[in-house]
């Protein structure tokens, strides 16, 4: 095509298939020849929350039809493996001593078929000594029981060990005219991916091949040689149905499959339930905060303090870094408060272990200054959408440091703010809500804007790429970035396209072998397109330089004199476009010599910061306190746009899901630790029918940080969504004195807030 490819609404690659034959996901891998025979994995989990195990008894179930083996972390001589952030917690694969959550995997049926080994499971006899049960944070943090004795406390990270500062006492809000305190709480939500966790196994002369949905291939490869160094595992992702953070770490589950696999002697497949995959796959968010506020009654806010409890759950693994991490540098969210303090404690619980998910740290940041924006402004009886324009940092192009410390790369946070107001007519809507109330209409109406920055790539900056040129002109692309969904095969054809002018249905891409791909940083924290797109991004430039030479010896000339046609996909002397060489025939040439291939790996000049504003309209039913999420205006700047087809359905994602952690998500356990949302029937999850109408305003302030000048994308649109939809249900209250409603609002909970029971 004419002109440059980027930035144009291209069609997805990858649609054809999934809308024709579908994908191809770990549990339809029927044709790889060393997965013949494969036997079935069932797991024995705990039924209770907090208990020892005086007693496994496997005879039952081995007797059961189609039992090949039962085994336990006493029968695989399973040692215990501590957290990487805090040494005083371990646990073993399957549990041998304790459990600390309902669903933990005790014990492994392994059966000729999968029907054969939900039988044969109920017949494994664990008796246990049941231990107090620990669900609430606070409680954990109080009680004299641990979860993990060698640890000493349940409270396993606290950022002032981390040498952050601790907070300061009233003193902090002297100069503050006006200072008002919150208790808010960021509610436990399940990922509930499309594609549950699956995996297989085998052992294929002496080295474990392991098919696995993740996010992160070469992370898992670690994670598992780490745990069985004589495993030299090869892993091998096909296409992964949903992540959303959940699946970017290998689980026990996952990890212990390849030593049941040479302890039975045969290839072994693993799927979970999706009961299962409520109890054990890790949930997101759990974050309790405590948040003070001050400022002049002018609306220029002063002082701000958060102290985040974060619920680990029952392991300490990423979710315990969370707050510490990441929602402490973007605690000051968009706003130039001089006088900002941040302290977080990560407390382990008797739940499901929290994982990233979503944002991961930063929609939990972004939910709490927001929320704070909303009461302060309440306080002073200034319009939200005011105060917040009179708190703003100012538009910069130069690294801006918050007094938290955080060095944002750039921003126009006000343009944001005043695109997505306009295209959202507030004052028109502020005029129909007084009008409702006036009435005394029962659906009255609410509005709420949220104003955010997020930080992208945060935790790595590089990724790795090859593109090979093979002789019949086609070209493959091998990424250390892992698709799920994200669209990474036409966005990777179209850079690879734009630089070499091979069309973009001659380009494939592979990715999430590690045999292929050894090093790779896998796909979380919106990394992909800023790193992942520059890798490839700065390979194809490399590799036009190698064919050019190639060409230019071919073609007898300097390599200065020869150009490259892209319309032609051939490269040619200057002036003399008659006699050419294309792709495949200079691949042709070189295979003898290493090929027409080039590696890079990318380094970027560090994290990006996406940002954006978002205007939710609701309308709240006064008689049943019923929420319909009407409109939703969003303005997400995710710098240089390389397909707003992408972009926007990234975006429409994120909203939704956002919207559901507000309205309607939550996972709810009983005092002993029991879920009481573990299955779908229960746990409140999205729908087209819930979902509001979307309207996105474009906006593109690029980054110096990456040769593309793109930020992520990924997870603006929930970072922006929650506290927007979460306010909007506030306000359209407020008139009624009500000024704070806990996520998910409910019917419930806004019918009690309306009536003061809540």
Not at 19 to 26: F, K, R, W
Not at 151 to 173: I, K, L, Q, Y
Not at 219 to 238: L, M
Not at 323 to 346: D, H, L, Q
Request: aromatic fraction near 6%; hydrophobic fraction near 40%.
């Amino acid at each position: 095509m004419a002109g440059s490819i980027l930035g144009n609404r291209v069609l997805r690659k990858e649609d054809p298939k999934f809308l024709t034959t579908g994908g191809v996901y770990v549990d339809d891998m029927r044709d790889e020849a060393v997965l013949a025979g494969a036997a079935h994995v069932t797991f024995v989990r705990s039924p209770l929350a907090h208990a020892h195990i005086t007693n496994i008894d496997v005879s039952e179930a081995l007797n059961a039809p189609g039992v090949l083996a039962v085994h336990t972390a006493a029968s695989l001589a399973l040692a215990p493996e501590a957290s990487s952030f805090n040494p005083g917690c371990t646990r073993t694969l399957l549990a041998s001593d304790r459990v600390r959550y309902v669903g933990e995997p005790v014990a492994a049926v392994i059966t000729e078929r999968a029907d054969q080994g939900e039988d044969a499971a109920d017949r494994v006899v664990v008796d246990y000594d049941p231990i107090e049960a620990l669900v609430d944070v606070e409680a954990a943090m109080a009680s004299t029981t641990l979860i993990y004795p060698a640890a000493g406390s349940n409270v396993v990270v606290d950022s002032t060990a981390w040498g952050m500062p601790d907070v300061s006492g009233d003193e902090f809000f002297a100069n503050c005219e006006v200072v008002v305190k919150g208790r808010y709480v960021n509610q436990r939500v399940a990922p509930c991916p499309l594609e549950v966790r699956g995996s297989a196994v085998a052992w294929v002369d002496g080295r474990l091949y392991q098919w696995i949905s993740t996010q992160h291939a070469q992370g898992v490869r670690d994670q598992i040689n780490k745990s069985d160094p004589a495993s030299s595992v090869r892993v091998i992702t096909p296409d992964v149905g949903g992540g959303f953070g959940a699946k970017i770490s290998a689980y026990p589950e996952e990890i212990v499959l390849g030593r049941l696999a040479q302890a039975v002697g045969r290839p072994l497949r693993w799927r979970e339930t999706r009961s299962e995959s409520m109890l054990a796959l890790g949930h997101g968010r759990a974050q309790l905060q405590y948040i003070t506020i001050g400022g002049s009654r002018d609306g220029k806010v002063l002082a701000y303090r958060l102290e985040a409890i974060q619920d680990c759950g029952a392991f300490v693994d990423v979710g315990a870094v969370l707050a510490p991490a990441c929602t402490r540098p973007m605690s000051s969210g968009v706003y130039a408060i001089p006088n900002i303090e941040c302290r977080t404690k990560s407390v382990v619980t008797n739940t499901t272990p929290i994982v990233a998910y979503r944002g991961a740290g930063r929609p939990e940041a972004t939910a709490a200054i927001e929320r704070a924006m909303d009461m302060f402004a309440a306080e002073i009886g200034k319009d939200a959408a005011e105060v917040r324009r009179m708190n703003l940092i100012p538009r910069f192009t130069e690294p801006h440091t918050t007094a938290i410390g955080q060095a944002y790369d750039v921003g126009d946070y006000e343009g944001a703010l005043d695109k997505v107001l306009t295209a959202a007519k507030y004052q028109e809507l502020r005029r129909e809500q007084a009008q409702r109330r006036q009435r005394g209409d029962r659906n009255q109406l609410g509005i709420g804007v949220s104003v955010y920055v997020e930080i992208t790539s945060g935790g790595t900056n590089h990724e790795d790429a090859r593109i090979e040129v093979l002789p019949d002109g086609r070209a493959i692309v091998y990424t250390g970035t892992s698709p799920h969904g994200q669209g990474h095969v036409t966005a990777w054809s179209m850079i690879a396209s734009e630089h070499t002018g091979i069309p973009m249905d001659k380009i494939d891409v592979v990715w999430g072998d590690t045999d292929i791909i050894p090093e790779g940083l896998g796909t979380y924290g919106s990394r992909s397109l800023q790193l992942g797109g520059a890798a490839v991004h700065q390979t194809a430039e490399k590799l036009v330089e190698l064919a050019r030479s190639v060409a230019a010896s071919a073609l007898e000339a300097a390599e200065a004199d020869v150009v490259l046609d892209k319309e032609r996909g051939a490269f040619h002397v200057a002036g003399t476009p008659a006699r050419a060489m294309s792709w495949g025939e200079l691949a042709t040439r070189r295979k003898n010599d290493g090929g027409l291939a080039v590696a890079e790996r990318f380094t970027s000049g560090g994290a990006t910061f996406p940002f954006g504003a978002h205007v939710a309209v609701v309308e709240v039913d006064t008689d049943t306190g019923k929420v319909t999420h009407l409109r939703h205006i969003a303005c997400d700047d995710a710098g240089t746009v390389l397909n707003p087809l992408l972009l926007e359905g990234q975006i429409h994602g994120g909203i939704a899901q956002g919207s559901a952690q507000a309205l309607l998500e939550e996972f709810v356990y009983d005092d002993d630790g029991n879920p009481k949302t573990g299955n779908l029937a229960e746990y409140a999850f999205i729908s087209a029918v819930e979902a509001p109408r979307i309207t996105l305003v474009p906006m593109e302030t690029p980054t110096p940080r990456n040769p593309l000048g793109a930020k992520g994308v990924g997870e603006s649109g929930t970072i922006g969504s929650t506290p927007a939809v979460q306010s909007a249900v506030v306000d359209a209250l407020s008139h009624l004195g009500v000024r704070h409603i806990d996520m998910p609002t409910t019917p419930e909970r806004v019918w009690r807030a309306m009536h003061r029971q809540d």
